[in-house]
T-cell receptor, first 120, second 116 residues
């Protein structure tokens, strides 16, 4: 398994440009997440998804959008890039299931390698 | 509200020293998970351990050990006989385990530098 993969690894944007950060996982995890990490800080949750077709906001969603059309993919869209969005972005996935599913919930989030984004 | 505090911003040790990274958490929930992640200079986040709130047994994995004490809301991480490869930022994190709650709350991290 490749785990969680993210593309691109690095990107420089000009103010006002748009881009999509790609995230794919091959672990059949139902939950997926996007975080941003600013220097000297922990990670802050941007958006998350509990399954295909279901997304919701985290702590810092402004300026971002997401979609989840498949279990594997969870792209993050920046519509009008701003310098405040300069950060390292991490995608993560986890499995959460109940007794009815017959599976044991693990709740451990596994992270991709990150995308370093600079907005100038 | 959940909160994770890692009071040590930076720690510097000499190789082979033992070092303990502190983590104190706050939560109103009685069921929760605690995690430690390692972020080496290359930048990726590596999962180290998960502990649920009902299991207060200490855990040892090689040179790593974790001490979970609910009475003091602490989940400390000790590296024995530190090595240069242990140099990284270490994050403690907390998540609630009930219902559909997703939230994983991170501390700000502790930068550990192990000098040869």
């Amino acid at each position: 398994n490749a785990g969680v993969t993210q593309t691109p690894k690095f990107r420089i944007l000009k103010i006002g440009q748009s881009m999509t950060l790609q995230c794919t996982q091959d672990m059949n995890h139902n939950y997926m997440y996007w975080y941003r990490q600013d220097p000297g800080m922990g990670l802050k949750l941007i958006y998350y998804s509990v399954g295909a077709g279901i997304t919701d906001k985290g702590e810092v969603p402004n300026g971002y959008n997401v979609s989840r059309s498949t279990t594997e993919d969870f792209p993050l869209r920046l519509e009008l890039a701003a310098p405040s969005q300069t950060s390292v972005y991490f995608c993560a996935s986890s499995y959460r299931g109940g007794m009815a599913s017959g599976s044991i919930s693990t709740d451990t989030q596994y992270f991709g390698p990150g995308t370093r984004l600079t907005v100038l | 509200a959940q909160k994770v505090t890692q009071a040590q911003t930076e720690i510097s040790v000499v190789e082979k020293e033992d070092v303990t990274l502190d983590c104190v958490y706050e939560t109103r929930d009685t069921t929760y998970y605690l995690f430690w992640y390692k972020q080496p200079p290359s930048g990726e986040l590596v999962f180290l351990i998960r502990r649920n709130s009902f299991d207060e047994q200490n855990e040892i994995s090689g040179r790593y050990s974790w001490n979970f004490q609910k009475s003091t809301s602490s989940f400390n991480f000790t590296i024995t006989a530190s090595q240069v490869v242990d140099s990284a930022v270490y994050f403690c994190a907390l998540s609630e385990a009930r219902g559909s709650n997703y939230k994983l709350t991170f501390g700000k991290g502790t930068l550990l530098t192990v000098n040869p």
